[in-house]
């Protein structure tokens, strides 16, 4: 609609005013077209009549409804212009506290000269990953972006920081770098983040000065490449500079100072390490004390100093270049105190012994006469001749302060140099972001040189800017498919061309220049000549020392005094030459020719937006401002190439005050940064957007029945909200639709909200005229009910006082009581009439119904005996017929079984007879054996005895030789020892073997223990079910009987009954018939008894036979025949009687006892034998070592004999054949234990191979010794009778050596048979143990099939075998175990239909097999094992929630089972006896436990990980984004900053508080699925609770649009969601609802009223889980959604912090920490379960492990 229409009355207009620039009005009368004057009322009630032209009418500007005030984006406001923004900027500054604020593309950051709580660690983590516009403003949410769209879009970035000195540039620009610094950590150890914060102090101290306007000014620009790899972490960084203000070295103004540098270094004077720069304090420096201040308030220059010398170090700039440094810096400030005296005539002195130039020349290094000379003098280069000119003192002086400029200069560019190389890192970069800190459009009273370049960059930078906004909202309306329409707007390229093109500004400076008499007057007049035309140009009218030049901003009067010299920044050559003769290195080379500016000009190579302009001669390259242009050229290009984010910095007020609002400066800088020029181009086309869906939800009340639709999709929506607006607004060029968005021209929204304004004050007032008329109604019905029930009394009063006397009266009672009395006796008689008829009725009535039922029970009563005959005689029919059936079945299936089970016993009973009589014949053998070893070893006791004699004849002759064989025997005693010490070694390993194998025997030994007893507890279960099955055998004959006995009086009863029975009696005859077939099958079972028990009787004779037999064979070379007699039995008659068979085994296991004493007798035998063979090999050994003493006295063997004995000597070791020979004699005993057959052939093929191979030995030794007398022979031959019998001596002696190691095999195979023939007769024992069981099962079986043929089978439950709870496993399937029950353990699988801690179960009960075998190496295999497979499971599946509840739980359980069972008191108080005593026995787990319980805490940390990376998307669009609450609507318009995200709505997930309490029920049935321990599951729930109520407050107090009395009703609404969810699952106790104490006193303080001063203490006083600055927060940043609601006062706020000003806070951070964790701890919970009763399911493939 036009805008004409909205000055209508009670709406708001701005008004120019001179002091707070805009002032508001309201409208006291509608205006219409023609009206001349505009009626308003001001704020302070003076009304004003607003002069209006009715042509032309220039109405004030509109102001914005309250809703739209203090927006986010100033783009949202439905009135774009220069007061709206004015106004917005000052609620949210002044009011809300808050710095940020969007304005398109554009983040305006207002300075708060106060330290905020906004740029904490825990708020960069809050704003990572957001969208720009789902946060409050804040230059995270900038730098976010900017790194956002570098790793989606991957391109690069920049971020463009401009603004006045004192506006927060530079702040800005470190917390955008910080922010980049903690989200994108390096990947690197150098941490290259942190050397890129380092540098900022740096360049703030060499760069940074306090001015005016600002405590720490910039004086140079700065752009700061940030580069980052391809997984976009930090990996370098690269600073370029412009513009370096080099006057502030030798000058400052008035409170102002020089760069920080100087005075840190001067506050550091008096330390010993700046001893030699001869600093003094900076008030004696001319350099540092011109400004007149030479301190900062709250600045400690000292305590920057250390800060700056410790990012020298961080960034790896040694000590001595810091020295270096220093001395620059030191000799400057000397420079600057150098006297230079006039010495009149237009010359000057400098006094040779200046103690500043003498330090200054000391620093540095140069020649102090020289200097002197050529400061004072200059050289002028004629055509003929050289002259050189003294110098008056104003030129000497600015001849030393343009070196000490320059020196500056190039230390400046040295320290920016060395800080990139620091910086840099080889390779290259993947992409990057710039931050451009640069001043902003300036203008003073006085501007000179610096400020046309600074003003000359913000026109290029203006240009970029206007270009990408222009850009931007093409790429919007092409998005939106709305037609672009071109814009007019403000190009700043005649000004650009103004400055840089051909004859221009520049060109015109550059080309005066070049002229040695150039002056800035006569350049002045080439400007006014050349450039006169322009219209941005201009001269102005008093003074012809200046000009005028139009900037986007503002107009600019710039003098021109001391252009020329600034940009030629001359320095004579003379000073030059003696800077590059110094003898300082350091120096010296910042004077070379090198292009310096190639070194600090590296960027990017991008192609340029525009050709840049070149300039006419070289020589102007030289120029500052020729090489500020080529700077700013590549600076532009680098811009063009990248995708750039604008921050624009303003400075509130000039007295640094906080939150202090000057409009006129805030309006100024405005219009300097471009923001209401932004403001202007978004007014010209549709600034208002608004979605479809907000849109609808916030305008549905002014929808009509034709415009809504029946359904709810976003089609229908969107229909409905273009038939709203087509309706509502009939101008269509005042809207667009786009295909998400609704586009509106200014004062669109504004409109709309009137309308609904007007609807909802319509609806209030219909609503209050409809309460108020009842409220009436219900006033009026009271009053009239009253007065009725008045009139009523007065009225009857007034009646009864005119009709009623005594006599009326009297007359009255008397009539009523002959009514009475008449009305009672007609009564009387009528009730007496109705009795007696009633009473006779009844009579007759009762009588009836009595016959009748009478009648009836005898027809009842005889049907029933009718009944009972019929029944009864058809009952027994059919009982009858189907027991004749079911007993013919029965006899002839069980006659069947029997035939089986007598066949397969005789089978059974022949086989083992035949494995008895092999078992003895295999014994025989055996002892045969032992008698041939016996015979072998007397052999080998008599050629022991020849042995000694032949010693005791070598004893003789060895006497005659004892002195020379004295030498020979020191070498044979170390032989001697050799031989002991390998001797030693040898017995060491036989008897650690023997000693291992008798281990492994002793283990076999119980194993068959324990498999006898479950073998003899299995026969006994047998033997009592074969005793129940013959007692209900005989019980069911006996039954029988009495059956038969019941049919014959039955037959003989059917011959009496009547007539209608005699069918009956028929049938029953013909089953009669039947009876002698049964007698028949009858007596031939019997027959078939006794034969067998003739063939039991045959059995047990051929048996009693066999035994005899076998008890002869075993005991016949053992005992006497009378002994053997009385072990056999020779009573055939009665052999098959069960009693004579028990004692026929007793007497077998006698004749084994007996076998086996005597085998125990010949073992005892055997080991005396082989200890007097012992003994015997003992006293051979003391002969040798008499014998060796002997030896002893030889001394003159030669060398030829002692290397035959060693050669002898080595060739009769025996160990590696001993030791082959055990290793075989084990593999052996391996394979003999495989079956009991294949035992008895391997022993005697064994033993024929030992006995063969001692035979092959004692034949081989003989072979050897006959092999060495022959030895002897030869050398007796040739060296003499003597040394003949020397080397028989030393044969005789090796000899003994040999027999000596074969008398110990022999002992050892001696013990190794004894032993392996001790566990022979074990296993013949048990062989006869299991005989005898079967024979005992044979009888009970031979019981049953003697009753089994008059008995009915009946089956009975077996008895429940006794587990101990432990589960038996090799050692080889250890990794199969844990691979199955830990590794390939699937809970969605396997695990659904079992018990969920069955593995922790399984695992302990392998654990208590392993303790009780005490195997310390096992368990730790065992443990170790476990833990890492968890672990293993656990990294591999680390997202896997439902595995990570699996696995919590299980290893919970197991800790606790461990606990349970460790044997500690204080965990066995609640066991049950049996769990007592399955405790662990040998082992302390404690330390295991505290292994497992760490990975418990992992598992669950892991647990909270996972849950809550799957619940953070829905906490926020859930708790605060979705309405949960019908008809309440708190939509607002977004602005641009949400425009990038054009899809449809319904493409996108929307999540509630359903979404949030859908993943909370199913966390929670995951955990009860899996039997967590419900202390746990309790305490998960509350961390989830307390991540949802942080994540929840932490938005909120990012976010102003939150901030509402609606938003508090819906989230208090979602909180009663969360608490009735708890309820349902009863989880009340869990405390989860106290972490959301805070944000429901949040809530409630967006609802509560906030006016008086008893809400202020009630908020004070409820508040208690926020802090102040939290509360604070809440109440500036509430935000009205309607015209209804009020903002909060400032003094209200004040009362309020008055109010917490006493309280004591922990905290005082804005947002709470969310990645808090509540300790974990694993309380003790035994567990009920028995492990005995536990069973493996064969799911888990775990048939390896054995229940014991």
């Not at 040694?318 to 006039?342: C, M, T, W, Y």
């Not at 009844?842 to 005889?862: C, E, N």
């Not at 906490?1515 to 054009?1542: A, C, D, F, W, Y």
Request: charged share 30%.
């Amino acid at each position: 609609m036009p805008l004409l229409e909205l000055y209508t009355k009670y709406n708001r207009v701005w008004i120019a005013d001179e002091e707070a620039i805009w002032k508001s009005a309201e409208i006291s009368r509608d205006f219409n077209l023609g009206d001349n004057v505009l009626e308003l009322l001001l704020e302070d009630g003076t009304e004003l009549p607003y002069p209006v032209d009715p042509s032309t009418p220039q109405l004030p500007p509109l102001r914005n409804p309250d809703i739209l005030v203090g927006e986010n984006d100033l783009t949202a406001l439905s009135y774009l212009h220069e007061p709206a923004v004015l106004h917005n900027l000052k609620v949210r500054f002044v009011e809300s506290k808050i710095i940020y604020t969007y304005c398109g593309i554009i983040l305006v950051a207002v300075n708060p000269y106060k330290q905020l709580h906004i740029y904490g660690d825990a708020i960069i983590h809050a704003y990572s990953g957001q969208n720009m516009g789902d946060m409050d403003p804040h230059i995270f949410a900038v730098a976010e972006e900017a790194y956002k769209q570098m790793a989606r879009d991957h391109k690069n970035q920049s971020i463009i920081v401009s603004g006045e000195s004192g506006a927060g540039k530079t702040v800005s620009a470190r917390f955008a770098m910080r922010y980049f610094a903690v989200v994108s950590k390096s990947g690197s150890k150098t941490r290259v983040e942190d050397k890129v914060l380092a540098s900022n102090p740096i360049t703030e101290a060499i760069g940074n000065a306090k001015t005016t306007r600002n405590d720490n000014s910039s004086r140079f620009g700065k752009y700061t490449e940030i580069g980052f790899d391809r997984r976009y972490r930090i990996i370098g960084a690269n600073m370029r500079t412009y513009l370096l203000e080099k006057s502030r070295v030798v000058f400052q103004t008035d409170n102002e100072r020089n760069y920080h540098i100087f005075y840190q270094l001067c506050s550091c004077a008096k330390r010993p390490e700046f001893k030699h720069l001869k600093l003094l304090n900076a008030d004696k420096f001319q350099y540092t004390c011109l400004g007149g201040d030479i301190s900062i308030e709250g600045v400690d220059d000292a305590k920057d100093m250390e800060e700056t010398r410790q990012t020298f170090s961080l960034l790896g700039l040694k000590e001595d270049f810091q020295a270096d440094v220093f001395k620059v810096l030191a000799a400057i400030l000397h420079l600057g105190n150098v006297e230079i005296r006039s010495s009149g005539d237009d010359k000057s002195s400098i006094p040779t012994r200046d103690p500043h130039l003498s330090v200054f020349c000391e620093l540095l290094q140069v020649n102090s006469a020289d200097l002197v000379r050529w400061l004072c003098h200059r050289r002028i280069v004629l055509a003929a001749e050289t002259v050189v000119k003294p110098l008056p003192r104003k030129r000497v002086i600015n001849a030393r302060d343009a070196l000490a400029k320059q020196i500056y200069a190039h230390l400046f560019d040295c320290i920016i140099h060395r800080i990139n190389t620091a910086l840099k890192v080889p390779g290259k970069h993947h992409a990057f972001i710039g931050v451009l800190d640069i001043y902003g459009f300036e203008t003073f009273d006085i501007n000179s040189f610096e400020q046309f370049c600074i003003n000359y960059a913000n026109e290029k930078l203006q240009q970029q800017f206007n270009l990408h906004v222009f850009k931007l909202e093409q790429e919007e309306y092409m998005k939106e498919d709305i037609p672009w329409t071109l814009i007019d707007f403000y190009d700043n390229q005649p000004v650009i061309d103004l400055i840089e093109a051909k004859l221009g500004i520049l060109d015109l400076l550059d080309e005066e220049c070049l002229f040695p008499q150039g002056t800035d007057q006569s350049w002045l007049q080439k400007l006014y000549n050349y450039l006169n035309h322009s219209p941005l140009f201009e001269k102005p009218k008093l003074r012809n020392e200046s000009f005028v030049m139009q900037h986007f901003a503002d107009k600019v009067e710039y003098q021109c005094q001391g252009f020329l010299e600034k940009n030629r920044d001359a320095l004579y050559e003379e000073l030059v030459d003696i800077m590059k003769e110094s003898k300082f290195p350091f120096l010296a080379n910042f004077f070379q020719e090198v292009d310096l500016a190639a070194v600090n000009n590296k960027g990017v190579k991008v192609r340029p937006a525009r050709p840049g302009v070149k300039p006419t001669n070289k020589q102007l390259r030289t120029s500052v401002g020729d090489k500020f242009r080529s700077s700013l050229s590549l600076l532009m290009e680098t811009l063009n190439a990248t995708t750039p984010h604008y921050v624009r910095c303003i400075k509130p007020n000039d007295e640094k005050l906080p939150f202090e609002y000057d409009s006129g400066r805030v309006v100024q800088q405005l219009r300097a940064c471009g923001v209401l020029e932004t403001i202007r181009i978004s007014a010209q086309s549709y600034p208002s957007r608004w979605t479809y869906i907000e849109f609808y939800s916030r305008y549905s009340i002014l929808t009509s029945h034709e415009d809504t639709s029946e359904t709810s999709g976003f089609s229908d929506k969107k229909q409905t909200c273009m038939n709203v607006l087509q309706r509502l607004i009939q101008d269509s060029n005042q809207y667009k639709f786009g295909r998400t968005k609704i586009f509106f021209r200014a004062g669109q929204v504004a409109y709309l909200e009137k309308l609904r304004l007007d609807r909802l004050r319509g609806a209030c007032i219909t609503i209050q005229k409809h309460v108020r008329g009842w409220i009436q109604r219900q006033k009026f019905l009271r009053w009239r009910g009253a007065a009725i029930i008045l009139q009523q009394y007065f009225r009857g009063t007034r009646t009864i006082r005119k009709t009623v006397s005594a006599a009326v009266l009297k007359q009255g009672w008397a009539a009523l009581i002959i009514q009475r009395h008449w009305r009672g006796y007609r009564v009387r008689q009528v009730f007496y009439i109705v009795r007696l008829a009633t009473v006779t009725i009844q009579a007759f009535t009762r009588g009836w119904l009595a016959r009748r039922r009478y009648k009836k029970m005898l027809q009842v009563q005889k049907a029933l005996v009718l009944q009972k005959y019929a029944r009864a005689w058809l009952a027994r029919r059919r009982f009858q017929t189907m027991r004749r059936l079911v007993l013919n079945v029965q006899l002839s299936f069980r006659v069947q079984q029997l035939r089986k089970k007598v066949e397969d016993q005789n089978k059974e009973n022949h086989g083992l007879m035949e494995r008895l009589t092999s078992l003895a014949n295999t014994h025989t053998q055996t002892a045969n054996r032992l008698q041939s070893l016996e015979v072998q070893l007397e052999k080998s006791t008599n050629q022991k005895t020849s042995l000694e004699a032949r010693e005791k004849k070598a004893k003789e002759d060895a006497s005659q030789a004892v002195a020379n064989l004295q030498v020979q025997l020191e070498t044979l005693t170390l032989d001697k020892q050799k031989l002991e010490k390998m001797y030693e070694v040898s017995i060491t390993e036989a008897k650690e073997n023997f000693d291992q194998r008798k281990r492994n025997l002793l283990e076999e030994k119980e194993n068959e223990a324990r498999l006898r007893k479950i073998a003899e507890n299995s026969i006994e279960l047998l033997r009592q079910d074969h005793e129940k099955e013959l007692n209900s055998l005989k019980e069911e004959i006996r039954r029988l009987k009495e059956e038969k006995a019941g049919l014959v009086r039955k037959v003989e009863e059917g011959a009496q009954v009547n007539a209608d029975l005699q069918e009956q009696v028929v049938q029953l005859s013909k089953h009669v018939k039947l009876l002698p077939e049964l007698r028949r099958e009858l007596n031939s079972m019997q027959n078939q008894r006794n034969n067998l028990d003739r063939k039991i009787k045959e059995q047990s004779e051929q048996a009693r036979a066999k035994m005899n037999e076998f008890t002869r064979q075993l005991l016949g070379e053992v005992v006497e025949e009378e002994v053997l007699q009385g072990l056999t039995t020779s009573d055939s008659e009665k052999i098959y009687e069960l009693e004579d068979l028990i004692t026929a085994f007793d007497r077998l296991q006698k004749a084994t006892r007996i076998l086996e004493n005597h085998q125990r007798e010949q073992k005892e035998s055997y080991e005396t034998q082989v200890e007097g063979l012992t003994l015997k090999v003992e006293h051979v050994q003391n002969e040798n070592d008499k014998l060796q003493n002997l030896f002893q006295e030889k001394s003159d063997v030669t060398d030829s004999i002692r290397q035959e004995v060693s050669r002898l000597s080595s060739e009769n070791l025996m160990i590696p054949e001993l030791k082959l020979q055990i290793s075989e004699l084990q593999r052996q005993k391996q394979d003999l234990e495989a079956q009991v057959e294949v035992k008895t052939r391997d022993l005697e093929d064994k033993t024929q191979e030992i006995s063969d191979v001692l035979q092959k030995k004692i034949q081989e030794e003989s072979s050897k010794c006959r092999h060495l007398e022959e030895k002897s022979e030869k050398l007796e031959e040739s060296k003499g009778q003597l040394e003949d019998r020397n080397e028989e001596l030393e044969e005789e002696n090796d000899h003994l050596k040999r027999l000596h190691q074969m008398e110990s095999e022999a002992k050892t195979r001696l013990r190794y048979e004894a032993a392996r023939l001790t566990s022979k007769n074990m296993d013949f024992e048990e062989q006869l143990d299991q005989k005898d069981r079967l024979i005992k099962k044979l009888r009970s079986q031979i019981k049953s099939l003697e009753l089994s043929q008059r008995a009915k089978q009946s089956s009975f439950p077996l008895i429940p075998k006794d587990y101990l709870g432990m589960l038996e496993y090799k050692r080889d399937h250890e990794a199969k175990l844990i691979q199955n029950i830990i590794l390939d353990l699937k809970p969605k699988g396997v695990v659904v239909k079992m018990m969920p801690t069955l593995p922790a179960y399984i695992l302990l009960m392998c654990i208590r097999h392993v303790d009780y075998l005490n195997d310390d190496g096992k368990l730790k295999s065992l443990m170790n094992s476990i833990i890492s497979g968890i672990k293993k499971v656990i990294m591999t599946y680390h997202k896997d929630l439902v595995l990570l509840s699996f696995w919590l739980s299980n290893t919970c359980q197991l800790l606790n089972c461990l606990k349970q069972y460790s044997g500690e008191e204080e965990f066995m108080k609640r066991n049950t006896p049996r769990q007592k005593k399955n405790c662990l026995q040998n082992f302390d787990l404690s330390e295991h436990r505290q292994i497992i319980s760490d990975l418990a805490i992992h598992i669950y940390h892991q647990f909270i990980s996972v849950m809550e990376k799957d619940l953070i998307p829905t906490i926020v669009p859930g708790m605060l984004e979705h309405e949960s609450l019908q008809g309440i609507s708190s939509m607002k318009p977004t602005g641009l900053r949400k425009r990038s995200n054009s899809v449809y709505e319904e493409d996108s997930e929307t999540y509630t508080i359903s979404s949030i309490i859908q993943r909370l029920s199913l966390f929670h049935d995951i955990m009860m699925q899996h039997d967590l321990e419900q202390g746990l599951v309790r305490l998960v729930i509350k961390q989830l609770f307390f991540m949802i109520g942080a994540a929840t407050l932490n938005n909120m107090m990012l976010r102003k649009d939150m901030c509402s009395c609606r938003k508090g009703m819906e989230i208090r609404c979602n909180i009663s969601y969360l608490e009735e969810w708890l309820k349902e699952k009863e989880l009340q106790s869990s405390n989860a609802m106290d972490t959301l104490k805070s944000l429901s006193q949040a809530a409630w303080l967006l609802q509560v009223n906030k006016s008086t001063d008893e809400d202020a203490r009630e908020i004070s006083e409820k508040c208690t889980e926020l802090n102040s600055v939290q509360i604070v927060k809440i109440l500036n940043s509430y935000t009205p959604i309607d015209d209804f609601e009020k903002r909060v006062t400032s003094s209200f706020v004040k009362k309020v912090q008055s109010l917490l000003q006493d309280r004591r806070e922990g905290s005082t951070q804005l947002i709470l920490d969310a990645d808090y964790r509540f300790q974990v701890m694993f309380p003790f919970c035994p567990s009920t379960q028995a492990l005995e009763l536990l069973q493996v399911p064969q799911s888990l493939h775990l048939g390896f492990l054995t229940r014991i």
